[in-house]
T-cell receptor
Framework: GAVVSQHPSRVICKSGTSVKIECRSLDFQATTMFWYRQFPKKSLMLMAT?????????EQGVEKDKFLINHASLTLSTLTVTSAHPEDSSFYIC????????????FGPGTRLTVT | DAKTTQPTSMDCAEGRAANLPCNHS???????VYWYRQIHSQGPQYIIHGLKNNETNEMASLIITEDRKSSTLILPHATLRDTAVYYC?????????FGTGTSLTVIP
């Protein structure tokens, strides 16, 4: 199947700093990428949909100025958590669509963010 | 919001078939049923999807009722590595809204 990578896999940052997470589709062109957040023992929550070359569409309740998304190429999307606070600590997962099968999303391994 | 309902947890004996049900009574005609699973602290893994007909691949089988209001994922011979949270998602192929999923535990 198609491969999606994320970097870093884990990051610890201090409160007030910004953190950038990269999501790459390694063997296919991803016309659309999605960003999710998952708290412990909870399900994935969709944060935003990112289409290459256009502005991301954010889900209700997700602050676009806090979670900056850039999808500059067909293989790379980035999520920047700005002015991070401890409550932003979570598991961030990206997915990409654009493979052979309609609608099928390929998920990255996730990034564990801890804000101290 | 998620449009699916799944049991919170299930157990299955190793080597036996695991049947995971999902209710999606408000599914629209252009929505597919997707199944993914998530092993602890990893990204979800695609299993199978379908629209109307039953589907089978190397991982599992998907049985969709004729009225499309429910489906069942079948893992024919469960192994310990199949222990995971299984998510049933209905989608037109755009956004995925995850429900709470079913935590499947395969017992030796």
């Amino acid at each position: 199947g198609a491969v999606v990578s994320q970097h870093p896999s884990r990051v610890i940052c201090k409160s007030g700093t910004s953190v950038k997470i990269e999501c790459r589709s390694l063997d296919f062109q991803a016309t659309t990428m999605f960003w999710y957040r998952q708290f412990p023992k909870k399900s994935l929550m969709l944060m935003a949909t990112s289409n290459e070359g256009s502005k991301a569409t954010y889900e209700q309740g997700v602050e676009k100025d806090k979670f900056l998304i850039n999808h500059a190429s067909l293989t790379l999307s980035t999520l920047t958590v700005t002015s991070a606070h401890p409550e932003d600590s979570s598991f961030y997962i990206c997915s990409a669509r654009g493979g052979r099968t309609l609608g099928e999303q390929y998920f990255g391994p996730g990034t564990r963010l801890t804000v101290t | 919001d998620a449009k699916t309902t799944q049991p919170t947890s299930m157990d299955c004996a190793e080597g036996r078939a695991a049947n995971l049900p999902c209710n999606h009574s408000t599914i629209s005609g252009n929505e597919y049923v997707y199944w993914y699973r998530q092993i602890h602290s990893q990204g979800p893994q695609y299993i199978i999807h379908g629209l109307k007909n039953n589907e089978t691949n190397e991982m599992a089988s998907l049985i969709i009722t004729e009225d499309r209001k429910s489906s069942t994922l079948i893992l024919p011979h469960a192994t310990l590595r199949d222990t995971a949270v299984y998510y049933c998602i209905v989608s037109t192929g755009n956004q995925f809204y995850f429900g709470t999923g079913t935590s499947l535990t395969v017992i030796p």
